[in-house]
């Protein structure tokens, strides 16, 4: 059987007093996506943290069947472990295009695209299908200064997938765009994730998480509290309970599905 891309078993994460994750498992299979909720300070970076190695954690990460958990950051991203930030920072100075292939790690393209101040075409071709893949090539030799909120976490999403990831995990991607922005991004994510990119996508915004989603994990104080298909969680008392915190919360939800 196919391993999943991502497997994190057993992820305890302790910072002095706070237990921000406890015993967390999630897997994520090849072509999907899925999505992980849960309210403000639930954990959920600290879970993507410990996944990329940003923060030591208890238990055992796999990346296509591949232990990864004691490597470092940078390691774990070059076998294909690519993440977005929740508070997303662009270089000002340097063009959107510049910003991206950053995320591009290939130290000779790279010291030659600094040396020469000339993207290499190869670069060109990945940078532009890196933002392609969330609508925004037009921007390519944008400033960041000229960007609306939106546009510059786009081009933070792009740069993950200019490393040509196997799967990324996406913190919060939607936070900061607006309804129509949220609604083209989820449609975005869906087809790369059809053409067989996975994805762990975290967002506040259930309807794009539920759209998006082939299959949601809840987190509440660090602990899993459900899982299932979109359908099933939005179903399930507990989590309405839980996160969405009241009915008037779900009858919104109901609302905007109309
Ligand atoms: N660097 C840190 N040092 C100490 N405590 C931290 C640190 N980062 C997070 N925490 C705590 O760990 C818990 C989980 O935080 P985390 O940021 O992972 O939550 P989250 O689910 O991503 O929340 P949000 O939806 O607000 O982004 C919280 O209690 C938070 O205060
Ligand atoms: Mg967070």
Redesign the pocket.
Known sequence: MTPPVLAARGISVR??G?Q??SDVTIEVPPGQIVGLI??????????V?AITGF?KCDGAVEVAGRDVTRLKPHARARIGLGRTW?AVELFEDLTVAENVAVGIDDASAWDKFKELFVTPSLDRARITEALNSVGIDHLYDAMPTELSEGQRKLVGIARAFAGSPRIVCL??PAAGLDTAETRELGLQLRGLAEQGMPMLL?D?DIGFVFGACDHVVV?EF?HVIAEGSPHEIYANQRVIEAYLGSSAARDEHEEGRR
């Open positions: 910072y002095g706070v921000a994750v849960g309210p403000n300070g639930a954990g959920k970076t600290t879970l943290d923060v929740q913190d919060e975290i506040h987190v660090g």
